[in-house]
């Protein structure tokens, strides 16, 4: 199958209709937000002011409330307050790791709730944020790929995300105050909830406003997509975001990858690989990073080391060794250290980075593959979960 094959998406992977209401306004694009303010009632020529000004007032000092909104005059305000909202996905719970790590459960429309997690760190604050209520994929060492598909996550409610965090952190700036550069939440990872590619529109524009100079402003080299490799999006993804991409990649032959990460099956590695070596130059991207759980007898031998150093030969890339995160329920083991280092020193040796991840959170189940809403889990015993891997 070729890049150019369009994706064939389940009718689950198409948003639902929202419920009736006002429209929000995150998520917005520039235009979109242009054209519904005019909509509204704003005059033309006085839109895209209009739109700098509130855009302003959301993303840069994360104001909600139209009256707060002081440099626009009172009666437009009360136009805005009539025919829109601001509004972020709204926070369950809120748990704290004891490594500092936070996990929030958040509850967006229809109901359903994801989750995200801000891992701090001493050069860094890291969100990871989620895509989709569920996954469209069922990778079977992944704790999330046992949760069912309900929707995608629109533009709104994953950018809500951020702004959730923030709040949290207490990082919007305050009129008047010094300007403070430190930046509690430095980077975005799309690796939470979901496959990000198989939501392209609503992820990008998501994104754009996180990345727009006039708002969150963060960086695009800030910005890391993690996909399990839906090739099509692959170009698209460089050409109309331009973040870090991380491949979901854990195995070096096509016979283990069809287990473990079962869209192989439709884009196999060879297919996969072709795409990533075109993606740094389109992009300007540095390097691609490649994450590889380690999966007790499965996929951490030595043999399995060296066939991935000839894999990604010609790549910009560094390996991301990821010791597996067991959850109840999972039909693996996290590879010993003593294997994972030697693993880790193969691939070294041959010239690539190869750091081995800290888990994370793992006491309040918010490492990398244990996210898991519990109010959208569909229940499955180990022998389950054993069978549908194929093991």
Known sequence: MDAQTPITQDLLTIPRKMPEGLPNLVGMTRDVMRDALIAAGTPEKQAKMR?????????????????????????????????????????????????????????IAGGHEVEVVYIPETDRGTLCISSQVGCTLTCSFCHTGTQKLVRNLTAS???????????????????????????????????????????????RDAMKIAMDPDGIQLSRRRITLSTSGVVPEIARTAQEIGCQLAISFHATTDE??????????????????DALRSYPKVSNSERITFEYVMLDGVNDTDADARRLVKLIDGIPAKINLIPFNEWPGAPYKRSSNNRIRA?????????????????RGEDIMAACGQLKSATERARKSKAQIAQDAGL
Not at 178 to 193: A, F, Y
Not at 256 to 273: C, Y
Not at 349 to 356: D, E, F, L, N
């Open 51 to 107: 739109v700098g000004q509130i855009w302003q007032w959301i993303y840069h000092w994360g104001v909600r409330d139209f009256a707060t909104m002081t440099n626009l005059a009172k009666d437009y305000r009360a136009m805005l307050a009539e025919n829109f909202v601001v509004a972020v996905p709204e926070v369950v719970t809120r748990q704290v790791s004891g490594d500092g790590t936070r996990k929030y459960l958040v509850r």
């Open 256 to 273: 283990v990858r069809d287990k473990l990460v079962p869209i192989n099956k439709r884009w196999p590695l060879a297919v996969l690989l």
């Open 343 to 359: 693993f880790a020193d193969i691939i070294y040796k041959a010239g690539y980075a190869s750091p081995i991840r800290t888990p």
């Open 157 to 203: 409610e994953i950018i809500g995300q951020v702004m959730v965090a923030r709040d949290d952190l207490g990082e919007w700036p305050v009129p008047g105050a010094p300007k403070d550069e430190t930046r509690l939440l430095s980077n975005i990872v799309l690796m939470g909830m979901g496959e990000p590619l198989y939501n392209f529109e609503n992820v």
